[in-house]
């Protein structure tokens, strides 16, 4: 029985994206259906990749909708995904969706839900409800680009914060991932948070701070289209300055991007890779190709341990989270959760 202040979702058909920051290849968000009908998925998907994955069956369990779950000054929703078989003290990966769509959503066309079924993590799907100017996560105000502010990145914090009280989830194996708009509310989560977050995978993003921009508007053009260029130094204060005082240790970072990008251009891989080598103090290890398209660049500290992880992939449009749906075991073997099954 679902506990109070939660009520079951039911699976979404598939996804939706209604704004600038659309994915267009995707299927239509349609109504909800029976709990027991499986989740939609893409068909599409590498010929390999690092890991050998296979396809991954979809979620055993349902979507639940938690309530009161802390300060929440935007009025977030927060989904939950929780495996029959959760490990103790499981890990936290927050999955973040696109614009104009939603956490039930982004459960349904990606395969987080599944690897949480296979290695024991539970899954937090925040969901937006503004519906303007943007259906969009917020990472262009003030109040969202530092640290215990007023805007999205206290609502889920909250989340995490009621997951680790609650289900008395891990405090240290924290992570943060999404595509696009949840892209770019990753680099903020690990630049506002990084005492609650130990890495994230960012799909199609931008750097943290490049889309600064009125509540009224939420939208950066120059940023979008890859004209914000600045050092690595500059970018790295930026993060520095959203946590003055902060000395701890910095989330580890996996940037994905694809070099046709017309939406969130391709540029910003680049300036997001000079921000997060500058924060985290990493150097260019090696560089190697596992699947003919892709450059994979990997970035580590003095003791040689992997801090920046980066995938550009030729000829791949804002679509490459769809285009390559097992991104998201890759991403979890970054986190070090793969394996635990």
């Not at 940023?223 to 580890?252: E, F, H, M, N, S």
Request: include cysteine; charged fraction near 15%; aromatic fraction near 10%.
């Amino acid at each position: 029985m679902p506990r109070p202040g939660i009520r079951l979702v039911l699976a979404a058909a598939g996804l939706t994206a209604a704004c600038a920051l659309s994915v267009a290849a995707v299927p239509a968000d349609g109504a909800t259906v029976p709990a027991a009908t499986t989740a939609v998925r893409s068909s599409a998907a590498p010929a390999s990749v690092p890991a050998s994955p296979s396809a991954l069956p979809a979620p055993t369990q349902t979507l639940q909708e938690i309530t009161g779950f802390g300060p929440n000054p935007t009025s977030l929703r927060m989904f939950l995904y929780v495996p029959r078989h959760v490990r103790p003290h499981p890990a936290i990966v927050v999955a973040m969706h696109y614009c104009g769509g939603s956490g039930p959503a982004f459960f349904s066309g990606t395969e987080f839900a599944s690897l949480a079924d296979k290695y024991g993590f539970i899954v937090i799907y925040p969901s937006v409800t503004r519906t303007s100017p943007l259906v969009c996560f917020d990472v262009s105000t003030p109040g969202a680009l530092r640290h215990d502010g007023d805007s999205d990145p206290v609502g889920i914090v909250s989340m995490v914060r009621w997951a680790q009280r609650d289900l008395h989830a891990s405090r240290t194996q924290v992570f943060a991932t999404g595509i696009s708009s949840g892209a770019m509310m990753t680099d903020v989560l690990l630049g506002d948070y990084p005492n609650v977050f130990a890495a994230g995978s960012i799909m199609s993003g931008v750097p943290f701070g490049c889309f600064a921009a009125p509540a009224t508007v939420l939208w950066n053009a120059a940023c979008a289209t890859g004209t914000v260029i600045k050092t690595p130094q500059q970018w790295g204060d930026l993060v520095r300055a959203a946590y003055p005082g902060y000395r701890g240790p910095r989330p580890r970072v996996q940037i994905w991007h694809g070099t046709a990008d017309a939406i969130l251009y391709y540029p910003n891989f680049g300036e997001e890779v000079k921000q997060w080598t500058n924060v985290t103090h990493s150097r260019l290890a090696y560089v190697d190709h596992p699947q003919p398209t892709w450059t994979h660049s990997v970035y580590v500290n003095r003791e040689g341990q992997v801090e920046v992880d980066a995938y550009s992939v030729a000829g791949e449009t804002h679509n490459l989270g769809f285009d390559y749906p097992d991104w998201a075991q890759i991403a979890i073997q970054f986190f070090g959760l793969a394996g635990r099954g």
